[in-house]
C-alpha cells in the first residue's frame, strides 16, 4: 500500500512539531510548509529532520498561507491526501496590534487552502483540519463549552478564527468536502513560544532564581484557562481526521486554572518561599520571603505590569470533551500539575 501523504502547514510551531513526529511514526510522508526567515528557524523539528536525505519522509517546503499561487502549487504539486491547518499569528495579545495581519493568516489563509482544495481535488478524496480554538467562544454563558455552545470572540485573533470555523463548515456542506474543525483549548509543552503565560512565567522565573534577570513581569492574573499538553492534542487532530465522516470537536480537559494559580504552582515547582502583596494601584506584586540561589530576602520578583493587560479579556475558558471521548476515543491524561512539571524541567536544563 502507497504511504499516506500529509501537509501540514505550520510545522514550525508547537503542534506542527508534535504532529509532524506523530505522522511519521504512522508512517506517512510529511511535507511541512516553512516560512521564509532571515534567521533559520527549525529548531523544533530538526531532531526528527537530520537524517533526511537517508529517510526522505520529512519534506520542507517555503510557504506562506498569505500567498494563494504558494497554497495552490503546494496542494496541485504535493496531492496530500490529508492537509492540516496550523498556520497562524497565534497570540492573541499580538493580535490587537496586528488585527489586519491576523485576519489575513488566520481567515484568508484558511479560504485560500480551502479555495485550492475545492479547484484541485474534483474527486472529493482529501481531508482538511482546520485549527480552531476556544477563543471563538470568547465570554459567551454556560460553561463548560462544548460543539453547540454560543460564540462570542472577544479579540481580532478569536475572531479570525471564527470565520475560519464558518468557513470549514461552508465548505464541507456546500462542495461535500472532508473538512473539520478542531475546537482546542490551550495546551502547552516544553515546546511552547516563549511569550505564551505558561512558557513567559517558567522561563522568567528560572531566569529570576539564577540572577540573569531581577523580574518577572505579568498581566491580568485572575483569567482561567483549560491546559492541556499539546503532544495529547495533536493526536486528537490526527483522529479527527481518521473519522467517518468529516465533523467538529472540542478539546480540552475539562479543568482549568487561573493565571495566578499557575505562578503559584511554578513557584513552588521552583522552591521559592513568598508571598503575594498588592501596592496603592490595586497592583499585585510577590516579594522572596528567604534567600534562594540568586533570589535576596525581600526581592520583587512578580509585578503585574499594565502593559500586560489586554485591551479585552476572556475571563474563563472551560471546556466539554464529551463528543471527543465518545466518537473519537480521545481523552486527556496529563493533568496540570504533571504539564507544568515537564516544562520547567526542560526549561531547568535549557537555562543553565
Ligand atoms: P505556533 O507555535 O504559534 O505555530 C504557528 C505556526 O504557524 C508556525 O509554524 C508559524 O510559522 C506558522 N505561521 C504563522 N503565520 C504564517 C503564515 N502567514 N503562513 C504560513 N505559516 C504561518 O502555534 P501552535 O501553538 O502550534 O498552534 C497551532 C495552531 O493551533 C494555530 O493555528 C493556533 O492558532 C491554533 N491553536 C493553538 C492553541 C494552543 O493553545 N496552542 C489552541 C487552539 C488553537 P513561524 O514558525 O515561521 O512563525
Ligand atoms: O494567555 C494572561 C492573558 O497568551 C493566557 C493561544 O495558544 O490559547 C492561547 O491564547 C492568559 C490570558 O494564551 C500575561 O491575559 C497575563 O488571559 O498564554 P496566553 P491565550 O491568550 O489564552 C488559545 C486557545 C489560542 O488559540 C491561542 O492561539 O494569561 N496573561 N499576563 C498573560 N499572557 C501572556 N501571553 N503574557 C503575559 O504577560
Not at 496550523?86 to 489575513?104: D, I, K, P, R
Not at 485573533?157 to 474543525?181: C, D, H, P, Q, V
Not at 483522529?239 to 465533523?247: A, G, H, M, V, W
Request: some cysteine; hydrophobic content about 35%.
Amino acid at each position: 500500500m502507497n504511504k499516506k501523504i500529509a501537509l501540514i502547514f505550520g510545522i514550525t510551531g508547537q503542534d506542527g512539531s508534535y504532529l509532524a513526529e506523530l505522522l511519521l511514526n504512522k508512517k506517512y510522508k510529511v511535507y511541512g510548509v516553512k516560512r521564509r526567515t532571515s534567521l533559520i528557524h527549525t529548531t523544533r523539528i530538526d531532531h526528527i529532520y537530520e537524517d533526511f536525505h537517508l529517510k526522505p519522509n520529512l519534506i520542507l517546503k517555503y510557504g506562506d498561507v498569505t500567498d494563494f499561487s504558494n497554497v495552490f502549487n503546494l496542494i496541485d504539486q504535493i496531492r496530500p491526501d490529508e492537509i492540516y491547518n496550523l498556520a497562524a499569528q497565534s497570540n492573541v495579545g499580538v493580535s490587537f496590534e496586528l488585527a489586519e495581519y491576523t485576519a489575513q493568516t488566520d481567515s484568508i489563509g484558511t479560504l485560500r487552502i480551502l479555495e485550492a482544495i475545492r479547484i484541485i481535488d474534483k474527486k472529493r478524496k482529501m481531508k482538511f483540519y482546520q485549527a480552531s480554538t476556544s477563543e471563538i467562544f470568547g465570554n459567551s454563558p454556560d460553561k463548560p463549552y462544548n460543539e453547540k455552545s454560543k460564540f462570542e470572540p472577544v479579540s481580532p485573533y478569536g475572531t479570525a478564527k471564527l470565520y475560519s470555523y464558518w468557513i470549514t463548515k461552508n465548505y464541507r456542506e456546500a462542495y461535500s468536502m472532508f473538512t473539520s474543525n478542531g475546537i482546542l483549548f490551550n495546551h502547552e509543552s516544553p515546546r511552547r513560544g516563549e511569550n505564551f503565560i505558561s512558557r513567559k512565567t517558567i522561563i522568567g522565573l528560572i531566569k529570576v532564581l539564577k540572577g540573569k534577570q531581577k523580574c518577572l513581569y505579568l498581566g491580568n492574573l485572575y483569567s482561567k484557562r483549560d491546559w492541556g499538553h499539546a503532544k495529547e492534542f495533536v493526536e486528537a487532530q490526527w483522529k479527527i481526521l481518521q473519522n467517518k465522516k468529516p465533523d467538529d470537536f472540542v478539546i480540552a480537559t475539562g479543568k482549568n486554572y487561573s493565571v495566578k494559580d499557575l505562578v503559584n504552582l511554578v513557584l513552588k515547582k521552583l522552591q521559592i518561599k513568598s508571598k503575594w502583596k498588592k501596592n496603592k494601584d490595586g497592583l499585585e506584586y510577590v516579594v522572596a520571603t528567604e534567600n534562594k540561589q540568586s533570589i535576596k530576602k525581600s526581592q520583587v520578583i512578580v509585578k503585574q505590569e499594565k502593559i500586560y493587560f489586554r485591551p479585552n479579556e476572556v475571563h474563563n475558558l472551560k471546556g466539554n470533551y464529551s463528543k471527543a471521548k465518545k466518537i473519537l476515543k480521545w481523552k486527556p491524561k496529563i493533568n496540570f500539575d504533571k504539564l507544568i512539571s515537564e516544562m520547567v524541567e526542560s526549561d531547568l536544563k535549557l537555562i543553565k
